[in-house]
C-alpha cells in the first residue's frame, strides 16, 4: 500500500549527506598523514644524522607535508559548502516533477504494533506482581527474565489444558512471586487461538491441579 506524503515533509539533504561522507574520509586520510609526519620527525631524531640520510628526511617530509597541505586545503573546502547547504530540504526539491509517494512497510508496521502490545502486557504485570515484591522497583525487571527464561509445554487433552511449565529461578522468594503470578492468569482461562485448549501456567515441580 502506498500513501501520499505532503509537500511539506522534509528529508535528509542528499548534497549534504555526501560531504559529509566525503569529509570522513579526507579528515582521516590527513589524520594519517599527520601520523606519518609525526612518526618521520621521530625517525630522524633515533637515527644517524649525516647527510645522506638527511637529503632522505627532508625529501619524505616535503612529500609528506605537500599531502597534509593537500588534504587540509580539501578538508576546508568541504567545510565551507557544508555551510553554504542546508542539512535538511523539503521533499518536494528532492522530486519536484513527480508525485511524492511512499512505501509502507507492512510488516514494520505489525512488528511496531506486536512491540507496543508487549509493552502494555509487561507493564500490566509488572504493576500485579509489585504488592509481591520486596523491591517493586524490580518488577519490570522480573518479568523481563521470565520472558526469556526456559519453559515446556505440556498438552492435556483429556482436560483440554495446555501448560506452560517454566523453570524455577535461582531464588525461592522469586519463585513465590512467580507462583502468586501465575494463580492470576490461570484464573483468566485464556484459550488458545484455534482451540478448545485452556493456557494454565505453573513451575515445572509443582504439582498438576
Not at 75 to 95: F, G, M, S, V, Y
Amino acid at each position: 500500500m502506498k500513501k501520499s506524503i505532503p509537500n511539506t515533509y522534509t528529508i535528509p539533504n542528499p548534497d549534504y549527506l555526501s560531504l559529509n561522507q566525503e569529509h570522513k574520509s579526507v579528515s582521516g586520510k590527513l589524520s594519517k598523514q599527520k601520523q606519518k609526519l609525526a612518526e618521520k620527525v621521530m625517525e630522524i631524531d633515533q637515527g644517524e644524522n649525516h647527510e645522506k640520510q638527511m637529503k632522505k628526511y627532508l625529501r619524505q617530509k616535503a612529500e609528506i607535508l605537500q599531502s597534509v597541505e593537500l588534504y587540509q586545503s580539501e578538508l576546508d573546502a568541504i567545510k565551507q559548502k557544508k555551510k553554504e547547504i542546508p542539512k535538511r530540504i523539503d521533499i518536494k526539491e528532492a522530486n519536484p516533477d513527480k508525485e511524492i509517494l511512499t512505501a509502507i512497510n507492512d510488516r514494520k508496521q505489525l512488528m511496531d504494533t506486536i512491540k507496543m502490545i508487549g509493552y502494555w502486557a509487561e507493564t500490566s504485570l509488572a504493576n500485579q506482581i509489585k504488592p509481591w515484591m520486596k523491591n517493586p522497583q524490580e518488577a519490570r525487571n522480573l518479568m523481563r527474565s521470565i520472558y526469556q527464561s526456559n519453559a515446556d509445554l505440556k498438552v492435556d487433552n483429556q482436560n483440554e489444558r495446555l501448560y506452560v511449565l517454566l523453570h524455577h529461578s535461582n531464588f525461592a522468594a522469586v519463585d513465590d512471586v512467580i507462583r502468586s503470578l501465575f494463580d492470576v492468569l490461570n484464573k483468566s482461562q485464556t484459550v488458545v487461538p484455534g482451540t478448545n485448549l485452556k493456557i494454565f501456567y505453573k513451575l515445572v515441580s509443582d504439582k498438576f491441579q
